[in-house]
Nanobody, 118 residues
């Protein structure tokens, strides 16, 4: 099992930037695809970005392409999400996700609130 702890959320004005971090512990970090999801009030949780463990491929939701960048550091067991040019519609609770590529089990952090004011 892997434990995930997010940090870096907060309140920012539209056009601003935030950097989210996720620290993982418990298992071999490199065995997991890492990603970020978000859930706005009254909406379902949605995919934001992912960083595959094999090949170092990255994927983004269309709504954040060109504004968000996901990165991972296997030596430090961390994954980060740099969010630039934030919009009010980016307001949500952001969750770190670890997907075990062997067992297909998903693990989630507790979430961190991001609020973008207009």
């Amino acid at each position: 099992q892997v434990q995930l702890v997010e940090s870096g959320g907060g309140l920012v004005q539209a056009g601003g930037s935030l950097r989210l971090s996720c620290a993982a512990s418990g298992r071999t970090f490199s065995n997991y695809d890492m990603g970020w999801f978000r859930q706005a009030p009254g909406k379902e949780r949605e995919f934001v970005a992912a960083f595959r463990t094999s090949g170092s491929s990255t994927y983004y939701a269309d709504s954040v392409k060109g504004r968000f960048t996901i990165s991972r550091d296997n030596a430090k067991n961390t994954v980060a999400l740099q969010m630039n040019t934030l919009k009010p519609e980016d307001t949500a609770v952001y969750y770190c996700n670890a997907h075990d590529v062997m067992s297909f089990i998903d693990y989630w952090g507790q979430g961190t609130q991001v609020t973008v004011s207009s």
